[in-house]
């Protein structure tokens, strides 16, 4: 084979320059040599894509690379690599087709455009035979999709449980160790730069549905969009479930959840139980894992920070190798085809756990008509406790596995019941049973 | 590109067909279909050497496959892959090293032959133009050595923590939870059948000391061997010490230990305290987990069962799966050549932390000639406690930190000291200080 030194270089054309763009850019430009020994060939930055040439970090004003043309640079002749880094929708997904149209390799970290529709732009990118990878789109620096694409081959994933927002995470671990609530915690994200002024897609889940329909995608080689996943934020979870939670052994996680079911996948997202000696229960403040579990390979976590410049920039690097490297063979990455039509099932499908905390007067007899409520929607229970006496009692519930729509109609029949003062908390609980 | 149906077959030899052996020719039989659409052609099983026929779980004694003689097999004309499971040096590294010299892509998940040189391995890789792929020999499942050769392609390490040895972390946390001293755990992980009969190569540390070389290779580019790496192992962890990392709000785990240091690098084994909040203490029981710290990707873990026939098939079968392509396309894999020529340091150079537990009277005047001897080798103390009173005092010292040679200078002039009656213990402390 020719020595790297030989080969014509690659060049790489960037679309956004914003904090991970400029990383990006200071690192192709700084480790070029050490970039050009690993993907087999020198590295050239062709041009950068820019909505206001003036304001670049990094980058001098008047920098030949610099265009406002995106869409000209992104299908230009001597362009290999297009490294997409706008985020959004739109110009991002006319850009990205544009250049997979015109052969080009795509590096993306847009979290959004592939929640939305990732199966139809794996299809331009095959039909094109190029390469379409976007490890920084989920779980930040974490090696994470290139395991599930290649390193988990020959192995068939049956659960994925993971934590892939920071800031949520932050915000319900400050409830956890501080005994914050909700909007001190939130409040307290916001000061330290962990939450945006407008905290919507974050806790109420949006960003995590996006991940989750990614993940869920990979998984299962099958097509999942954000519009399928079901969605719960954090915006609920109020001080006493977190208390309710450490009674129990638990902590509460905002879970993106990837399930294998009889006749199709689930795929949510919503807060939930997991025991504190579960993995991903250890995971603390702003950071990100992944928990798999995989028929031959077991269970397994990925763990790290899961956002900011240096960790994205990271993941997007290998994968700009990564491409490279096929270019260079000629040859496109794994094929993570749709080839298993696997429908995504409703909500009521799911199968769950189910915390409850009933208020109660403490009465004889109470508990016989709450049992009955549960038998009859053929929902085991796993244990019960009474909490307080008298006036201000709390009856704790923990279920056995069901389906989701069974453990609903359960809880609306208690919420209607006369024993029943009221529905005080109801929250999912995940992780193996019997851990 | 040719449709996967049109490809000819890939042939793979499999050396070895114990517990992971026969689990990967299962599923190279029942995965077949699958297998091939990742690889992009079939993969055809050409023969399977093993040294008494007669004893074949899953294999018919008669099969036509089986043959004792592993050299033919390995350098078969029709042969493309080689899969070495038979463990240990000789004859493992003859025939490895023949099949690469005949053109053959190999894997292997032979610690040991790597531990001992796997520089020299990739030298006849690299000059027979052909891929040394081995995810299996470190941590089992734990999708950890392609990250670190490609993923993390443009980043620098910094430090590589691993718990890469599932018997000793079940004895630790046997005995951290159980209050069990290390006779009893032991004892209770050999009838689990977590350790041998014979645990000297796990509680010795031999089994981390191989993987740590491997580990400390693929991270600093350099070349390590087993020798390289200073080991300790567990058999001298004691119940009270336990107690005293939990009093200090740590665990004690087996650790192995690669880190980038001014002049080299250091690669070692040994117990440390770590602190409950690190990652790396909620890996429980059997479990393995590698932390690793890089310039720009920041902190990451990697988490999973780090032994067991299906882990360690699964590995061993995403490998096959790269090499295949690899193949196909007429590549090697990244080149992960010995290009950084770092020298691997004494033990006497590492940087770490000391925790020590001192036997001394309960006197005025006790703790002053005690932190004159770390002052006078240039160790700064970060706390000390005193524990008990009278003349069953204890004087609990954790230093801040400091080259390890200075630290053993320091404990073996206390240990002179008339004031102190006997050094209790003394472990390592690990994890970024101020955790």
């Known amino acids: 084979m020719p020595r790297t030194d030989d080969r014509a270089p690659l060049r790489v054309a ?40 003036a304001r670049r970090p990094g980058l001098a004003a008047g920098s030949a ?19 997409e880094l706008m985020g959004g929708i739109e110009p ?19 979290k959004e455009l592939l929640g939305q529709d990732s199966a139809a732009m794996h299809r331009v990118a095959r039909e094109h035979g190029t390469d379409l990878y976007y490890e920084g789109a989920v779980a930040g620096a974490i090696p994470l999709l290139r395991p599930l694409r290649e390193s988990l081959a020959g192995d068939a994933v049956r659960r ?98 990837c399930e294998r079911c009889d006749g199709g996948i689930s795929a949510r997202v919503h807060p939930a139980m997991i025991p504190r000696v579960h993995p991903l229960a250890a995971v ?22 899961g956002a900011g410049g240096g960790p994205t920039a990271s993941a ?18 794994p094929d993570t085809s749709t080839y298993a039509e696997l429908p995504v099932l409703p909500m009521g499908d799911a199968l769950t756990r189910y915390y409850v905390a009933l208020d109660v007067a403490d009465r004889p007899g109470v508990l016989a008509p709450v049992a009955e409520a549960f038998a009859r929607h053929n929902v085991s229970i796993r244990a019960v406790r009474q909490e307080g006496r008298g006036e201000d009692a709390n009856l704790v519930i923990v279920t056995h596995t069901a389906r989701e729509s069974q453990l609903a ?25 019997g851990e």
């Open 409 to 433: 109609a359960t809880v609306a029949e208690l919420g209607a019941m006369p024993a029943v003062r009221a529905v005080g908390s109801v929250l999912r609980v995940e992780g193996e049973e």
């Open 316 to 333: 997007v690097l290998g994968d700009v190798v990564a491409v490279a490297r096929n270019r260079i063979a000629g040859i496109r990455g």
């Open 14 to 53: 960037l679309l956004g320059c914003g904090v991970v763009g400029s990383e990006v850019f200071r690192l192709l430009v700084e480790q070029a040599a050490d970039l050009r020994a690993r993907a087999g060939a020198p590295l050239e930055v062709a041009g950068v894509a820019v909505r206001d040439p």
């Open 92 to 110: 991002a997904r006319s850009l990205l087709l544009a250049a997979m149209r015109a052969g080009k390799s795509v590096v993306t970290a847009n």
């Open 284 to 305: 603390r403040g702003a950071y990100n894992a992944v928990f798999v579990e995989a028929e031959s390979a077991g269970r397994l976590m990925f763990y790290g920070a």
């Open 160 to 257: 994925v449980l993971g934590i892939v927002n920071g800031t949520t995470n932050y915000i319900l671990d400050q409830m956890d160790t501080q005994g914050a609530d909700f909007a001190d915690a939130l409040g307290e994200a916001q000061a330290l730069g962990y939450a945006e002024a407008d905290p919507t897609a974050d806790v109420e889940g949006f960003d995590a549905a996006a991940k989750t329909a990614i993940l869920a995608g990979l998984a299962f080689h099958t097509r999942v969009t954000t519009a399928d996943v079901h969605r719960e934020g954090i915006s609920a979870v109020r001080a006493a479930d977190i208390a309710s939670a450490r009674a129990l052994g638990c902590v509460v996680k905002l879970l993106a959840i």
């Open 65 to 83: 690379l610099l265009t406002t043309d995106a869409m000209t640079l992104a299908t230009r002749p001597d362009v290999d690599i297009v490294i």
